[in-house]
């Protein structure tokens, strides 16, 4: 196996990363709405911002 780009199999592509946190924020705020915890809500966005840097 030494011909296998293990970095290029294992990586995830950045469109996805951002796909799957807009998901996750909209299906939070669907089910729990106002009563997500602001800490949640910020962790959230903090995830996206560091997408969006990488």
Known sequence: MPD???DE???VPKDYWLNDAKET???LEE???PDLPAE?????DAQEERIYKA
């Open 4 to 6: 296998i780009n293990w």
């Open 25 to 27: 924020r909209q299906f």
């Open 9 to 11: 199999l294992m990586s």
């Open 31 to 33: 089910q729990v709405g």
């Open 40 to 44: 949640v809500r910020a962790e959230m």
